[in-house]
């Protein structure tokens, strides 16, 4: 168990709707990361908070937007789906952007289907 | 931007042999930090070994260890002794110190026969 925990496991919704994943990420851990992989792919990186801010962004579509709350957790909203958009999305969390600790712990993933 | 390229899709390996995957990548950084990761068929991502770059000695961790080459940009895995346990996606990942940010590869498909 990584401590990083992602809710819901499994997701299937229709094209044109919305959805939010959640992150709770490890106890302390001040950065969020969150990953796209599509079937047999590799991680796409979408975008990174660190203690509430945006602080690197990646390949996110304009119809997806996250936030990282006060109390840490993060929320990656889906919109206007697509059959194209279906993959396991993970989020990841690190103690810190940088330093001897930097390493990112990985939760299991929400799998969305887009039917 | 930082890329990160490995070129072996696939790897195949016997039981108790020896196997290295290749990972390379691009960087105007001088400090960065480098991971391999293995994904089994649960799709959990697992921290495998990690290389910070401005140390010269290579990573160990049992049967695992790399072959960090700075000035080449190449970071390979060696898994020694292979057991069936390993077979599994890898991915290499960078992570920019400056940007915050951690990019992987496309990854190895690690098949480990019997």
């Known amino acids: 168990d990584s401590g990083v925990t992602q809710t819901p496991k499994h997701l299937i919704t229709a094209t044109g709707q919305r959805v939010t994943l959640r992150c709770s990420p490890r106890?302390?851990?001040?950065?969020v990361y969150w990953y796209q992989q599509s079937l047999d792919q590799g991680l796409q990186f979408l975008i990174q908070?660190?203690?509430?801010?945006?602080?690197a962004k990646g390949n996110i579509l304009e119809r997806f937007s996250a936030q990282q709350f006060p109390d840490l957790h993060s929320e990656l909203n889906l919109s206007s789906l697509e059959l194209g958009d279906s993959a396991l999305y993970f989020c990841?969390?690190?103690?810190?952007?940088?330093?001897?600790?930097?390493?990112?712990?990985f939760g299991q993933g929400t799998r969305l289907t887009v039917v | 931007a930082q890329t990160v390229t490995q070129s072996q899709p696939e790897m195949s390996v016997q039981e108790a042999e020896t196997v290295t995957l290749s990972c390379t990548y691009d960087?105007?950084?001088?400090?960065?930090?480098l991971f391999w990761y293995k994904q089994p068929p649960s799709r959990q991502m697992i921290l495998v070994i990690r290389?910070?770059?401005?140390?010269?000695q290579n990573a160990t961790e049992n049967r695992f260890s790399v072959n960090f080459q700075k000035a080449a940009k190449s970071f390979s895995l060696k898994i020694s002794d292979s057991q069936l346990g390993d077979a599994a996606m890898y991915f290499c990942?960078?992570?920019?110190?400056?940007?915050?940010?951690?990019?992987f590869g496309q990854g190895t498909i690690l098949t480990v026969h019997p």
């Open positions: 990841a969390s690190s103690p810190r952007t940088g330093g001897l600790n930097t390493e990112a712990f």
């Open positions: 106890s302390g851990d001040l950065s």
């Open positions: 908070y660190y203690n509430g801010e945006e602080r």
């Open positions: 960087t105007s950084e001088s400090d960065y930090y």
């Open positions: 290389q910070e770059a401005y140390k010269q």
């Open positions: 990942a960078y992570y920019s110190t400056s940007y915050g940010k951690l990019t």
